[in-house]
Structures are given as structure tokens and as C-alpha cells.
């Protein structure tokens, strides 16, 4: 457990950085359930992936911080960023991610395999609304609350440059909302509703500030993939618009 000094509240509070913030992240065991479950996932890890040393931790957000577009998904994967200690790493959700970033531009590498492969990403940060990889790939809502601090503290501190977030998923939208809100813009209420391609435009809480176009996807899942929920022209076309709207050139 933590303690009060490390409570993700407190913890994100003190973080100057995005550097900081992450060194800060990755030490956070508030929640008993989802400390368990990486940590055991570390420890019997897969065939697969025998022999690798599993990340066991937190997964920190990855980019710029200087980003001007922020992506946030749910989250870690007990054999990917719960492995490879990197947002969207070591999963087909994150090949899918990554490969089309690449297409954009928007990223250096069309493979990813760990942390130490070289990738660049080009004014665009990666992120999660949990950071633990949770059971079943299903944080409680409590969890979600738990964990928001840390994005509420993520979208602060690149406040000067953010000028479009894409939500993966409707567990996503919901957790990123409030934390924009606690960030410093006005969220509209009645709260925008998720779905594919919708784009809400949150106002600045200081005056002056420019304003903040937050943008929905569906999730890049295995199952949203295999089902054509989502195609990899869909996820183009949101990443596109995103990344033209936040000032990104774009590949065309």
C-alpha cells in the first residue's frame, strides 16, 4: 500500500515535469488489486516471452513534453506495456497505434518492440487512464478514480503547448474528461457522449489561453480490429484530423 506522501494525488502534485511526473508514477501502489496482478504477471510472464524480464510497474507515458497531441487509451497489457514498461508496447493494439503514427509522420519507427528500439514520436504523447495493467483488461471505476491524478497532472504540465487530446474508448472518454477538467479547461455539461469520431472543443479556464479539441476512437483492441469495428483507415482518419488540429504537418 501507499502511503499518504505517495498517494497519486500528492504525488502527481509535487511533479515540475513530465519527467518528473513519470519517476513519481512508476514507485505508485494505491491500488492493491491491480499492484497484485501486474507483479504476479511479471513474475510467471508467458511462453512466449520466456526469459524476458517483464516491467512489473506502472507504465509511464511516452513522448515529447512539449507535445501538442496528447493520445490516451486504456490500457497497459499484462504481456505488452506490463512487459516492455512502454505505453502501447509489445501488443497488437499497440502495433496498430504506432504503424499508423508512422504513416502520419508522426512517429520514427512503423515497428515498436521495447523501450530500447529507438522510437520517436514526433509532438505527440501516449498515455493511459490507468497505468497498471488491470485483470481481464478491466480496471474498476474506483481504480479509474485512483489513477486520474496521474493524467490530471500529465495534461497540466503540457498545458503550453496540448492542443488536441484522441480518447481511445468509451472507459477512456470517461476518465479523460474529468481529468481535463481538473487540467484547467471547461468541460460542457451535459458531458459530450463517446463515440467514433466525435470532436468536443473545451474552452480554456483562464482567459486567454487557447482552447483544447478533444477527439474520440474507438479503442485500437484486438477485438475492435478482428469484429471491423474499427479499421485502420478509421483510426487514420481521427489520428489525421487530431494531429492537423493540434498544428502537426501531416503525411498525406
Known amino acids: 500500500m501507499c502511503t499518504a506522501e505517495d498517494h497519486p494525488a500528492r504525488a502527481a502534485a509535487r511533479a515540475r515535469t513530465t519527467a518528473g511526473l513519470d519517476a513519481r ?3 505508485c501502489r494505491a491500488c492493491p488489486r491491480l499492484v497484485a496482478w501486474r507483479e504476479e504477471t511479471a513474475r510467471t510472464g508467458r511462453a512466449a516471452f520466456r526469459g524476458q524480464e517483464y516491467w512489473g510497474r506502472p507504465v509511464p507515458g511516452f513522448g515529447p513534453p512539449d507535445a501538442a497531441l496528447l493520445i490516451s487509451g486504456l490500457a497497459p ?3 505488452g506495456g506490463n512487459r516492455t514498461g512502454r505505453m ?3 501488443d497488437r493494439a499497440g502495433d496498430l497505434l504506432y504503424a499508423t503514427l508512422y504513416e502520419l509522420g508522426l512517429a520514427s519507427r512503423e515497428t515498436v518492440t521495447g523501450r530500447d528500439d529507438g522510437l520517436e514520436l514526433y509532438g505527440v504523447r501516449v498515455t493511459a487512464p490507468v497505468h497498471c495493467a488491470p485483470p481481464d483488461n478491466r480496471p474498476t471505476p474506483g481504480e479509474r478514480d485512483a489513477c486520474r491524478p ?3 497532472r500529465e495534461a497540466r504540465l503540457l498545458r503550453p503547448t496540448l492542443r488536441s487530446v484522441v480518447v481511445l474508448g468509451g472507459f477512456g472518454w470517461q476518465a479523460a474528461l474529468p481529468a481535463l477538467a481538473e487540467a ?3 468541460v460542457p455539461r451535459p458531458r459530450p457522449k463517446f463515440g467514433h469520431g466525435v470532436r468536443t472543443v473545451l474552452a ?3 482567459p486567454g489561453d487557447p482552447p483544447l479539441t478533444v477527439f474520440g476512437s ?3 483492441s484486438q477485438r475492435n480490429v478482428f469484429t471491423g469495428r474499427l479499421t485502420r483507415e478509421m483510426l487514420r482518419e481521427v489520428l489525421a484530423e487530431a ?3 493540434a498544428g502537426l504537418p501531416v503525411a498525406e
Do not use: D, E
Open 218 to 220: 474507438y479503442h485500437v
Open 150 to 152: 496521474w493524467l490530471a
Open 25 to 27: 508514477l512508476v514507485r
Open 243 to 245: 494531429a492537423r488540429t
Open 204 to 206: 480554456p479556464a483562464s
Open 77 to 79: 497489457a499484462a504481456h
Open 88 to 90: 502501447f508496447t509489445g
Open 184 to 186: 484547467g479547461w471547461l
